[in-house]
């Protein structure tokens, strides 16, 4: 059965940092690339960021680019997501997900976590 | 790209049947997806493709559309289709969703 189950979430000052981990079971990830999804309180969605399946290519929102690291451990079988110089707007719950369903040379999100809260906040 | 949906809520009786749009500021061809959430659980897929079915999704579920305008129907209502309903447009970098529809039991 996939799970994806994510950790990390808590409270930061602005400025601050905080690493998100999301670790997988049922799947390998080098079979998947992987996402962060965010929704801050009361809001929509927001994608985050891609990491390829081989690692490598890397895809950011523009809001994130230059603060947010995204990566794999494969020996861990888990992603993360290094957040630094954290701002009052990355408030969010952090869902990672697995595009595990594909048509058309589009992988779309089949399986989410349940997601890690992070508070930015003095 | 840019993806409006509408209404952005919507009241609407167990049975009836309910229509949500989504347009996209340019052409997305068929990369779109639909998902709905409930109260503090994580997005489900319903349709991807714009078109595809998601395995387990009950039929009164479909979608359609291609280009720029797409739909998502509800055939009749049930209890448990009351959430917030996003399009999501996988065409190109960044990935963008819709504003979210939120259906209601009237």
């Known amino acids: 059965e996939v799970q994806l189950v994510e950790s990390g979430g808590g409270l930061v000052q602005p400025g601050g940092s905080l690493r998100l981990s999301c670790a997988a079971s049922?799947?390998?990830?080098?079979?998947?690339?992987m996402t962060w999804v965010r929704q801050a309180p009361g809001k929509g969605l927001e994608w985050v960021a891609n990491?390829?399946?081989?690692?490598?290519?890397?895809k950011y929102v523009d809001s994130v680019r230059g603060r947010f690291t995204i990566s794999r451990d494969y020996t861990q079988n888990s992603i993360y997501l290094q957040m630094n110089n954290l701002r009052a707007e990355d408030a969010a719950v952090y869902y990672c997900?697995?595009?595990?369903?594909?048509?058309?040379?589009?992988?779309?999100?089949?399986?989410w976590g349940q997601g890690t809260l992070v508070t930015v906040s003095s | 790209i840019q993806l409006t949906q509408s209404p952005s809520s919507l009241s609407a009786s167990v049975g009836h049947r309910v229509i949500i749009t989504c347009r996209a500021s340019?052409?997305?061809?068929?990369?779109l997806a639909w998902y709905q959430q409930q109260p503090g659980k994580a997005p489900k897929l319903l349709i991807y493709?714009?078109?595809t079915l998601q395995s387990g999704v009950p039929s009164r579920f479909s979608g359609s559309g291609s280009g720029t305008d797409f739909t998502l129907t509800i055939s009749s209502l049930q209890p448990e289709d009351f959430a917030t309903y996003y399009c999501?447009?996988?065409?190109?970098?960044?990935?963008?969703f819709g504003q979210g529809t939120r259906l209601e039991i009237k």
């Open positions: 997900a697995r595009p595990g369903r594909c048509s058309g040379g589009r992988c779309y999100w089949d399986y």
């Open positions: 049922g799947f390998t990830l080098s079979s998947n690339s």
């Open positions: 990491i390829h399946q081989d690692g490598i290519e890397k």
């Open positions: 340019q052409d997305i061809s068929t990369f």
């Open positions: 493709a714009a078109s």
């Open positions: 999501v447009q996988l065409n190109s970098y960044p990935f963008t």
